[in-house]
């Protein structure tokens, strides 16, 4: 979500309200604080995950003054994004999308995990042309640190076979 935000902040150039942008990347998942993340491995249908999350909405509406101007924005941030209505909506969509793959690959970079998967869920998904960049340079990224990785572990290998003969020299004598 922060990083949603920061997204937002950043593509002031993108043709839409940045402003908006960060409002909606800040409420479009605040359903969750109540009904959990739901994920397409909880085989709960699209229509049963908005229902869940409309109501959900509700329950936050009341607990702010269903009718203060906090609890409308929320309400019609979050059906904005969850229609998919305006440029504003697309492009937080995009980075929720481009979240995700970010995540994937910081946990690929730190874990040495493999997680092509959420990588292979967004192609070609991204409707904006701000998320398509940002994406494909992503995408460039990751690349270029496997090939990093790939030429890094040669070199070591090719280094220790070079040196497996060689006694390491000895420290002088202080």
């Known amino acids: 979500m922060y990083r949603m935000g920061m997204m937002s902040l950043l593509a002031s150039d993108a043709g839409v309200d940045a402003g908006r942008c960060m409002r909606m990347a800040l409420v479009h998942d605040v359903a969750e604080a109540l009904v959990g993340d739901i994920t397409p491995?909880?085989?709960?249908?699209?229509?049963?995950?908005?229902?869940?999350?409309?109501?959900?909405?509700?329950?936050?509406?009341?607990?702010?003054?269903?009718?203060?101007?906090?609890?409308?924005?929320?309400?019609?941030?979050?059906?904005?994004?969850?229609?998919?209505?305006?440029?504003?909506?697309?492009?937080?969509?995009?980075?929720?999308?481009?979240?995700?793959?970010?995540?994937?690959?910081?946990?690929?970079?730190?874990?040495?995990?493999?997680?092509?998967?959420?990588?292979?869920?967004?192609?070609?998904?991204?409707r904006t042309d701000t998320g398509r960049a940002w994406a494909e340079e992503l995408v460039l990224r990751r690349q270029q640190a496997a090939a990093g990785a790939v030429a890094g572990s040669t070199e070591a290998v090719i280094a220790a076979e070079a040196g497996a003969d060689k006694q390491p020299p000895k420290a002088p004598l202080l």
């Open 41 to 126: 491995h909880c085989n709960v249908s699209d229509e049963q995950k908005y229902k869940l999350e409309a109501d959900a909405i509700q329950q936050i509406k009341q607990m702010l003054g269903e009718h203060t101007y906090a609890a409308q924005e929320v309400d019609q941030l979050w059906q904005e994004y969850e229609q998919q209505s305006t440029p504003e909506a697309h492009l937080v969509k995009d980075f929720d999308k481009l979240e995700m793959i970010i995540q994937a690959h910081e946990y690929e970079q730190s874990q040495g995990l493999g997680l092509q998967q959420f990588f292979d869920s967004t192609r070609g998904r991204f």
